[in-house]
């Protein structure tokens, strides 16, 4: 059963539009949340993450907002460029201990940013 | 060099033979892992290696066998795969187990099981 979920598999944003990405995720215990985002041929990288303290975090053109109650995520691009196309990750973790410290991924979406 | 590193960066193997993948950080971190990327799929974990010691096995097959001599180095020895097993093999390590903070990826190696 999946824990993390993003349901849509891709996604197609007009250059300088906002790019708006989901994430679900079902296990209460996870307190940590992060999104990677990942080029062909090569590995994930760190983008962006939050705690369950906050409910937004921002870093330059990207925010993550996170919805405790509705356990969903999203991350928003503004504004989006062609090279924020790539997979995006949605990722997270309990940091309490116990087997859900490891990090859990969705499946991926893909971002493509036409200019 | 700094960062994760895996080589080779693709691999074509038939289903008798045996090969090995290589993971090397330069980070300072102490935890080490496998993870499996498949066609829409999520990243699966296989294995966590702690201070050298492996702590989870993820009900990966034995035709997979993870080998970590030091806490920079990390093998995934393989043999008789299937073509199933054709997939993205990324490494990845953290400062430690028991967050999910600091994780960095290596660039995977692509295997193709003919």
């Known amino acids: 059963d999946q824990q993390v979920k993003q349901n849509s598999p891709s996604l197609s944003v007009q250059e300088g539009r906002i790019s708006i990405l989901n994430c679900d995720y079902t296990n209460s215990m996870f307190d940590y949340f992060l999104w990677y985002k990942k080029y062909p041929a090569e590995g994930p990288t760190f983008l962006i993450s939050i705690s369950s303290i906050k409910d937004k975090n921002e870093d330059g053109r990207f925010t993550v907002f996170l919805n405790k109650s509705a356990k969903h995520l999203s991350l928003h691009i503004v504004p989006s460029q062609p090279g924020d196309s790539a997979v995006y990750f949605c990722a997270a973790s309990g940091n309490s201990g116990g087997s859900n410290y490891k990090l859990t991924f969705g499946k991926g979406t893909l971002l493509t940013v036409n200019p | 060099e700094t960062g994760v590193t895996q080589t080779p960066r693709h691999l074509v193997m038939g289903m008798t033979n045996k090969k090995s993948l290589k993971c090397e950080q330069h980070l300072g971190h102490n935890a080490m892992y496998w993870y499996k990327q498949s066609a829409k799929k999520p990243l699966e974990l296989m294995f966590v290696y702690n201070f050298k010691e492996q702590t989870e096995n993820n009900s990966v097959p034995s035709r997979f066998s993870p080998e970590c001599p030091n806490s920079s180095h990390l093998f995934l020895h393989l043999h008789t795969l299937q073509p199933e097993d054709s997939a993205l093999y990324l490494c990845?390590?953290?400062?430690?187990?028991?967050?999910?903070?600091?994780?960095?990826f290596g660039s995977g190696t692509r295997l193709t099981v003919v």
């Open positions: 990845a390590s953290s400062p430690r187990v028991v967050s999910g903070y600091g994780y960095t």
